[in-house]
């Protein structure tokens, strides 16, 4: 009985075995023939692209833009110090005022000043009238002496006293001179013509010597100091011509290079240059902010392709080419970028034959078939679906 039992057992786990595989073998052959019948779409199906998102390199002259900014500054500003001691009496200008060159702008009280000018003249005077009474004196030792009236030691005392008297009306003139300079250093005069930009006393203070009182600015001609990397510096020279871009205006206004610095600056590896702005009509101010571009003509023309053509992947540049019904995938070698006009130059890895797409796509796989459409057609299935 036992025997007979184990016999049935394994007969019926035989018969659940082959059973079971003939159901695998059955459902793998309708997977086949199910995926026989539904094909992988995107293998087999063309993308489709329009005629305006495809375009072949062209040879264009790619002129050069360097771009470098910085504030405006005014070079012709002045600091009105005081050049004595005193109370600042008045200050008749105030800030945004234009001035001349020579404008009496204020005034230092000196308190002893007006005595010790009366004094200096009086002791000038004395000088004065001593050197005549020793002059006479001397004319008629003279004619004395030449009758033997008075010795010759007599002559040379008289001498004396003249030379004497002369030296003092010299040391009386130099001190009234000492005292006029004080007097007109109490006058505030305008050293430059412009506009008083800060005023940094008030009338009643008590001042120092060399103490600021004005700042004055000519505005009519602006600079713009900026940098330039080294390997773009050497493209320029003074007296090129600039397009300034001041901020607040629409229009770029004209200058001209001025300076460019002798060495490089340290940290930056980058060069000063300067640009000149003529301020036609005062209408920019000192400290606005400017960006210089210098356009450098371009003697030969160059492959260029659009930038939005342009992909990266690990630095590499690469663009994508329609060839013979395929996408292909191209890495390039950039050169010069013009960002204004949104092209850059090939260097290698086109040729102008080459049909690529000018327009960024996203998903696209390299071996794909793409096709495409001529003006006018109906795009039943478009490439903007993989963007």
Do not use: C
């Amino acid at each position: 009985m036992r025997k007979s039992w184990l016999i049935a057992a394994s007969l019926a786990m035989l018969a659940a075995l082959a059973g079971g595989a003939v159901w695998m073998k059955q459902r793998g052959s309708a997977g086949s023939a199910q995926a026989a019948k539904s094909p992988d779409v995107a293998a087999s199906a063309p993308l489709d692209f329009r005629a305006n998102e495809v375009q072949r390199p062209k040879r264009v002259n790619l002129p050069q833009l360097i771009e470098f900014s910085g504030p405006l500054v005014a070079p012709n500003t002045a600091v009105l110090r005081a050049k004595t001691s005193g109370t600042l009496l008045s200050l008749d200008v105030v800030e945004g005022a234009r001035v001349r060159a020579g404008q009496w702008l204020g005034r230092i009280e000196m308190a002893d000043l007006g005595s010790r000018i009366a004094e200096r003249s009086a002791n000038l005077a004395s000088a004065r009238a001593t050197l005549l009474q020793a002059e006479r004196s001397h004319a008629s030792n003279e004619r004395l002496a030449t009758q033997n009236f008075i010795s010759g030691a007599a002559l040379d005392n008289s001498r004396a006293s003249l030379d004497t008297a002369r030296a003092a009306l010299a040391a009386a003139q130099a001190a009234l001179a000492t005292t006029e300079v004080a007097q007109r250093d109490a006058s505030l005069i305008a050293p430059i013509a412009g506009i008083v930009a800060k005023r940094h006393v008030l009338p009643g203070e008590k001042l120092a010597v060399e103490q600021q009182v004005l700042t004055l600015v000519d505005i009519g001609t602006l600079e713009m100091a900026g940098n330039v990397g080294t390997h773009e510096v050497a493209r320029l020279a003074p007296g090129m011509a600039v397009q300034v871009q001041v901020e607040g205006l629409d229009a770029a206004l004209p200058g001209r290079v001025a300076r460019i610095a002798p060495a490089v600056e340290t940290g930056t590896r980058s060069i000063g240059v300067t640009v000149v702005v003529t301020n036609v009509g005062e209408r920019l101010r000192a400290g606005q902010y400017a960006l210089a571009r210098v356009v450098l003509p371009d003697s030969q023309p160059r492959l260029v392709v659009p930038l939005t053509a342009l992909g990266s992947i690990g630095g590499q540049a690469h663009v994508w080419l329609i060839d013979q019904g395929l996408l292909l995938r191209r890495a390039v070698t950039l050169g010069r970028r013009d960002e204004a006009g949104g092209q850059a130059e090939v260097l290698s890895g086109l040729s102008e034959d080459d049909q690529l797409l000018a327009v960024r796509f996203d998903n696209l796989r390299e071996g794909a078939r793409a096709r495409v459409l001529a003006l006018g057609a109906s795009a039943v299935a478009s490439a903007a679906a993989q963007r």
